[in-house]
């Protein structure tokens, strides 16, 4: 986990106005790692009250709390964190479509006007799409066993995840979503409670739940759900990672079919990742994690193992990752911390593609390829080519919704791969641009297109078509 803190703190300070203190104020505070932005003064007069906005980097707000405290005539009076502010009260509130205004609008939104909707549905139950809000919601489902990279914190603290899932599928897809953090971690009682509660949404976007009990929970649900659920953990992150390998392909010249490709760190993101390039038509794959490379005569414990183990490993090569990138295309690193060397990547083949996507610290730092990788990916946003899952699971789930899927399929899933590398254009193709910006416009609708496109030639969509239309309000 990363230990730096990179936010802004608000001190409040008590202090005897004097440029001198001030000066020296600003010295401390800089050499303890941290910038003052801005300085507010609370109350005026020769002991005043100021809050100083400090922008910290990588040292911890403890040390800059302690080199205040260590100047004379200063007191701190209180500390707080611009991001935990943001959060205060939570992220999310319940906004109605309709305002009441008049006695007329009750009866109707309320009794007894009402019934007759309820009347509706009961007379034919596919009608709750539409005179619901199941149409347009999805259930963000958590048991908080495996929060970014935080680990097993519980669903209370995940909440704040799950709000800021929901935030990005109304901002970005116009999808209305509600966080659902369970305060169980047993399999059965997770898929009981989703199953029981999903008459309510028209998706259910899993997140957050640790593996393998992700893959049973994900596709038992799929068996007894009529509606798409989707563990974006997995998905997600295989999606975006297909969409920048399709482009870097282009970029360094090679067909993405007959691409060498290495997977490390075979867990929830892994498993889907070598599943999809798979589907993908990429034949040389190569799954390796603590036990090396998987082989398919392999005697695994691990379903998503063994899934993994009969479409990758062709040629029943042995050893670890040292040995599965001689002459490797490509590694895609969904592990740890330093789990790539330079010298790795030197063993690669001509023009070696790097996804280091551990987050929040990769399993290399971009830096230390330079001159020897043609692109790199990471999941982070403070380096080019950030493989982010938010360029897919909003236009996904609006798709789904707008063609009203039972399911999402590995066509769906394709499509939107696709899609995302579609907003690239070849000329703007670079190696440091293979994957658009998460707040490019044309990243949500294009996917949403290309999955309604595919569910309804996989057969999956259930409303009248309505491919090449604008999305429905």
Known sequence: MDTGYGGNLIVRLEMEFAPAASGRLVTAIGLAGGDVVAIDVIRAGKRGIRDYTIRV???SPGAIVEAINRI?????????????????????????????????DLSRVYTPGVASVC?????????????TIKRNTIAVVT?????????????????PVMEGKAMLFKELGGVDAFPICLDTQET?????????????????????????RCFEIERRLQERLDIPVFHDDQHGTAVVMLAALINAAKWVGKPLAGLRVVVCGIGAAGTAIVSMLHSAGVRHLYAVDRQGILMRDGNYDNEAWRHCATISNPDGLCGGLREALAGADVFVGVSGPGALLPEHVSLMASEPIVFALANPTPEIMPELLEGIAAVVGTGRSDYPNQINNVLCFPG???????CRASRITEGMKLAAAGAIAAVVADDELAADYIVPSVFNPAVV?????????????????????????????
């Open 445 to 473: 609708e294009g996917v949403r297109r290309a999955v309604v496109s595919a569910a309804y030639a996989d057969g999956v969509a259930r409303r009248r078509d309505t491919r090449g239309t604008e999305r429905d309000q």
């Open 72 to 104: 004379e005539g200063v007191s701190v009076a209180k500390v707080s964190d611009q991001t935990l502010l943001l959060h205060l009260g939570g992220k999310l509130e319940v906004t109605p479509r309709i305002k009441i205004r008049t006695r007329d």
């Open 188 to 212: 059965e009682a997770i898929i009981d409670t989703v199953v029981r509660i999903a008459p309510a949404f028209g998706g259910i976007n899993l997140e957050d739940i640790s593996s393998p």
């Open 57 to 59: 980097a990588e040292s």
């Open 143 to 159: 048991d908080g066993t495996a929060v970014l990279g935080l680990g097993n914190i519980g669903p209370a603290a995940a909440m």
């Open 119 to 131: 009347m509706a549905i009961h007379a034919d139950p596919t009608a709750v799409h539409t005179l």
């Open 396 to 402: 996904i789930f609006r798709g789904a919704l707008d």
